[in-house]
Nanobody, 115 residues
Framework: QVQLVESGGGLVQAGGSLRLSCAASGNIFSIKAMKWYRQAPGKQRELVAAITNGGSTNYADSVKGRFTIARSNPMMYLQMNNLKPEDTGVYYC???????????WGQGTQVTVSS
């Protein structure tokens, strides 16, 4: 099993920056890709960014050019710059496993961007 713990959220003004961290533990060698998701109040959870074991990345259109995903096992990071109020939400990390399953969701970390 893989356990994931997110940290680094907080309250920031629009235009500011935050760096989120995700610590993976357990059978981390079963991970083939890692992802950041977010869930805004009253909305569905959405994919924000992903990174494979080979380092390939992709981003939601809404964050391209502002967010950067990175990995250094067992950690994953999300550098968020030029934050906007619409980036507010709970941010979660998750992992795609070689078994075809995904890791269990963690508690997430709250990001609040004030205008």
């Amino acid at each position: 099993q893989v356990q994931l713990v997110e940290s680094g959220g907080g309250l920031v003004q629009a235009g500011g920056s935050l760096r989120l961290s995700c610590a993976a533990s357990g059978n981390i060698f079963s991970i083939k890709a890692m992802k950041w998701y977010r869930q805004a109040p009253g909305k569905q959870r959405e994919l924000v960014a992903a990174i494979t074991n080979g380092g390939s990345t992709n981003y939601a259109d809404s964050v391209k050019g502002r967010f950067t995903i990175a990995r250094s096992n067992p950690m994953m990071y999300l550098q968020m710059n030029n934050l906007k109020p619409e980036d507010t939400g709970v941010y979660y990390c998750n992992a795609d496993l070689v078994s075809g399953l995904t890791a269990r969701w963690g508690q997430g970390t709250q990001v609040t961007v004030s205008s």
